[in-house]
């Protein structure tokens, strides 16, 4: 099947009064029709920046795509598209939805009102009426009790989960191909979450929707994707399918990642492991192995070179010098959970 | 724990909105529960239930349509206006929404520095070390004092309103979802800072979380919460393993478990039947609508929060 989204060599700076900020460095992946990839990766790396690019979603900020990066929907290059062609995509072509619920709802609308708006623009024959009842449906379908009454509210009138589950209701309103859902459950409880994430996987086998996914719960990750790409100081470190991560991960700041999923029977109060060290400099250009100095692992030539991404197999790769054939061997730690280790 | 002071009680509390038609939002009905110095309360339920509200009039900001918050024995309203300066030091807030409380045209260093100008006198060298130290704690490098909110991730933003809050060497903190941003080695790191807090300072938090483990692994005692009702309040081991409330059973059972070869989605508990609102809640219990043992009473009288053993509460008739 043919890629529905390609991105290639994208990258994207803010252009700050201390520098540049180098957020996403030379990031390429694809994604297929009815597939789910998950991006995952410590607070800060890239993964909000890298997916906000896809739609140029960054408002007044003083983000760049840097010359060369390519952003290939159908075909057609997001990067270089006119604002109007843009707008066209957003909502029908590939929705969105945000981090952060406050920011991205209007805050002087009621919710109805937002909903409604989000299914005028892009379904221009139907009727207020109509688009009332449908946005009544949404909200319904996202689990929200009331759904006729809901729509009156204000956001600030809502529960933060309450107003996470609008902004998915605004996003699947206009059955998009893509679905960029950047932590859109992190406000929900376990069963409403579980209710959501059955909702989105009905629309993949109903409608073949793709999903691009930003979590930091890899119980959600390990279930509900197919492919994982691990971001590390704004460039993929990993990335390969969920069995392969989970099954053979390669790349230490993977390890690491894994690592720290608190272990079962641990007692209340222990010490949970967490990474050694400082997060990346994210000023600093490219050229060593940005995980090196927190790396277990690390070889003098980490700090020298910055590692090429290796292919293990047509989906799992990784950028790392211990796959360098002449690198020592080293084992991966015993304490992965799902890891096979010989 | 039995000979450690009491810092919040919250005594049947209520809390209503008003809402279109002369209806009202029953966000919270009827909450009684106490903390003691040195614990940490787990708040968990479903969204919408009324956990934000409730450590909002903890704090005051809401005040309660009726029943009362007791601060070390007084209801804060009649706190004077020394009492009150030392209530807002040493009672602290972690937002859910980490953005919306952020000031947008403040720096992150002005943000940190706020509670310290208010609170301490200290000169201008002194706050810079204090806002690098707070900076330092919860994983972020100094530069990031001269940021703005915008300018950061949604972690590091969250990050920022847990350095602020802690700024100020407050004794109680409410945290709102305080790690639910972040990944989960920085969630480590938090949690290992707040429990290290705890056991040093004697810190007490009520903590609001829907990540259960995490919830378990910090407090002592747990309440869940459905639909503005505490249905249930234990031990956070007994919780865990032995849930009697058919709502906590259902929660509970729906846990992530990061194994590509399980499914814990299609494996939970579901709930089926109709979700009633805060706006019409069932008469008797709120629940009945989902439950599965459910009978005549309890769609006609609401089940009390009762001890069936010691320490462990449960409001359910078929217990
Ligand atoms: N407007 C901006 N100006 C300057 N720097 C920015 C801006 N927006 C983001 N950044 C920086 O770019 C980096 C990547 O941010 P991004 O929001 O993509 O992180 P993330 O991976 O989504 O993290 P999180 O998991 O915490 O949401 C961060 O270090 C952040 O501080
Ligand atoms: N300012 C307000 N005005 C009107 N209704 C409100 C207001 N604040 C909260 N509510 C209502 O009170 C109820 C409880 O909300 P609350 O924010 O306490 O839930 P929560 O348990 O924190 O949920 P979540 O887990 O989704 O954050 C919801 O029905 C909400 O719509
Ligand atoms: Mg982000
Ligand atoms: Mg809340």
């Known amino acids: 099947m ?21 957020a996403v460095r030379d990031v390429s992946f694809s994604l297929k029709p009815g597939e789910t990839l998950a991006i995952v990766g410590e607070s800060g790396c890239g993964k909000t920046v890298t997916v906000k690019a896809l739609m140029r979603l960054f408002g007044n900020s003083a983000a760049v795509i840097k010359e060369g990066s390519q952003i290939l929907f159908r075909g057609q290059d997001i990067a270089k598209m006119k604002k109007t062609d843009l707008y066209n995509i957003r909502g029908s072509g590939i929705g969105m939805i945000f981090q952060d619920p406050m920011t991205s709802l209007n805050p002087t609308m009621n919710v109805g009102d937002q909903i409604v708006e989000g299914i005028r623009t892009h379904d221009q024959k139907i009727s207020r009426r109509d688009a009332i009842a449908r946005a009544v449906k949404l909200l319904e379908l996202v689990g929200i009790p009331s759904p006729e009454e809901r ?40 069963t409403i979450q579980a209710q959501v994430l059955e909702l989105l996987r009905e629309l993949k086998d109903k409608l073949n929707t793709a999903f691009i996914l930003v979590t930091h719960d890899l119980g959600i990750v390990f279930d509900f994707s197919d492919r994982i790409q691990v971001m590390y100081a704004g460039r993929i470190v990993e990335r390969g399918t969920k069995h392969e991560i989970y099954k053979n991960p390669v790349h230490p700041y993977t390890w690491a990642l894994l690592n720290s999923i608190p272990r079962r029977g641990l007692q209340s109060k222990d010490e949970l492991y967490s990474i050694k060290g400082t997060p990346p400099d994210l000023m600093l250009p490219l050229e060593s192995c940005p995980f090196a100095p927190r790396c277990d692992y690390a070889m003098p030539i980490c700090k020298a070179r910055a590692p090429q991404e290796i292919a293990l197999s047509d989906t799992h790769g990784a950028a790392c010098w211990l796959l360098h054939s002449m690198a020592p061997k080293v084992e991966r730690p015993g304490t992965l959970r799902g890891a096979d280790n010989e | 724990m039995s000979e450690n002071k009491v ?25 009684s529960f106490s903390i003691s110095e040195g614990e940490t309360f787990g708040l968990v339920g479903e969204s919408g239930c009324g956990k934000t509200t ?23 309203g009649t706190l004077d206006r020394h009492e009150r300066m030392d209530f807002c030091k040493n009672v602290q807030m972690i937002f859910q929404d980490p953005y919306a409380c952020l000031d947008p045209r403040m720096s992150i260093g002005s943000i940190i520095a706020e509670g310290l100008h208010v609170h301490f006198r200290l000169n201008q060298e002194e706050t810079m070390k204090r806002v690098k130290e707070q900076l330092d704690r919860v994983g972020l490098t100094s530069d990031y004092a001269s940021r703005f909110p915008h300018e950061l991730s949604g972690g590091q933003r969250q990050r920022v309103g847990i350095a602020r809050a802690l700024a100020v060497e407050p004794r109680f903190i409410v945290c709102d979802e305080p790690i639910a941003a972040l990944d989960v080695s920085i969630q480590a790191q938090i949690v290992n800072l707040m429990i290290q807090l705890q056991r040093e300072l004697k810190l007490t938090y009520l903590f609001i979380s829907h990540d259960l483990s995490m919830v378990r692994h910090i407090s002592d005692r747990i309440g869940v919460m459905y639909l503005g009702s505490l249905v249930e309040l234990a031990g956070n081991v007994v919780i865990h393993e032995k849930p009697l409330h058919p709502y906590t059973q259902a929660l509970f059972s729906a846990i992530p478990i990061a194994d590509p070869d399980h499914s814990w989605i299609s494996d939970r508990i579901r709930l089926e039947g109709e979700i009633p609102s805060p706006l019409s809640a069932p008469p008797g219990c709120k629940f009945s609508s989902r439950c599965r043992m459910c009978t005549e009473e309890c769609r006609k009288s609401p089940p009390p929060l009762r001890e069936v053993e010691p320490g462990h509460f449960v409001a359910c008739h078929r217990v």
């Open chain 1, 2 to 22: 043919d890629n529905i989204l390609e991105v290639k060599n994208l990258s994207v700076s803010f252009m700050s009064y201390i520098g540049e900020i180098r």
């Open chain 1, 151 to 190: 729509i009156k509210n204000y956001p600030h009138q809502l529960s933060g989960g309450m107003r996470q589950r609008v902004m998915i209701a605004i996003a699947i309103a206009c059955s998009p191909d893509i679905i960029i859902a950047d932590e859109p459950t992190t406000a929900l409880d376990v």
């Open chain 2, 7 to 31: 810092i919040f009680e919250a005594k049947n509390l209520k809390k209503y909105f008003p809402a279109s038609g002369g209806k009202m939002v029953r966000a919270v009905d009827d909450v």
């Open chain 2, 54 to 76: 409730c450590g909002r009039m903890l704090l005051g900001v809401y005040p309660p349509t009726e029943g009362e918050v007791l601060y070390r024995g007084r209801g804060l």
